[in-house]
């Protein structure tokens, strides 16, 4: 059974691609890509906004549909942010998502070799290693027919 509410809004979505079948840019903040159409109230299907996503978020905030998110603190640089979709985020970038992965290897490595045991024999030497040296390649030993000689 379709409400009212569902009626109205698909009334409103049908309506908008006919009515705004382009879109130039956001109508909040300029923005000319990812552009999305926004119904402020939909039992009212021809006032449409034309938002980028960021804007089209806070719109629905804005308007109650959709619930509030907090904003957090980036775990390394201490930078607010508004995450973007569902999972729990705890950086604001990828570059600060880069940071905690090298810690967190760091922080690996450091009590694998706090315990005492052997270091590990790392067969790929090529790999750029957390101190930012790379480790050279043992030289090749050419082809079969030089080693004949």
């Known amino acids: 059974m379709i409400t009212?509410?569902?009626?109205?809004?698909?009334?409103?979505?049908?309506?908008?691609?006919?009515?705004?079948?382009?879109?130039?840019?956001?109508e909040a903040c300029?923005?000319?890509r990812g552009l999305q159409r926004h119904h402020p109230d939909y039992f009212q299907p021809t006032r449409i906004e034309i938002l980028c996503r960021k804007c089209h978020i806070?719109?629905?905030?804005?308007?109650?549909?959709a619930p509030k998110k907090q904003r957090k603190a980036c775990k390394v640089c201490g930078?607010?942010?508004?995450?973007?979709h569902t999972k729990n985020h705890s950086t604001c970038s990828r570059e600060c998502l880069t940071e905690i992965g090298r810690r967190n290897a760091e922080k690996r490595w450091t009590a694998y070799y706090a315990s005492g045991k052997k270091p590990l024999r790392i067969r790929n030497t090529s790999r750029l290693f957390m101190d930012g040296v790379t480790v050279p390649k043992k030289p090749s030993r050419g082809p079969r027919h030089e080693l004949a000689m």
Do not use: I, S, W
Request: aromatic share 8%; proline share 8%; net charge positive.
């Open 30 to 32: 300029g923005e000319t």
């Open 4 to 26: 009212p509410e569902q009626r109205a809004r698909n009334y409103a979505h049908k309506l908008a691609r006919k009515l705004v079948p382009t879109m130039e840019k956001c």
């Open 79 to 84: 930078k607010m942010f508004l995450p973007t």
């Open 58 to 65: 806070l719109a629905d905030q804005r308007d109650g549909y």
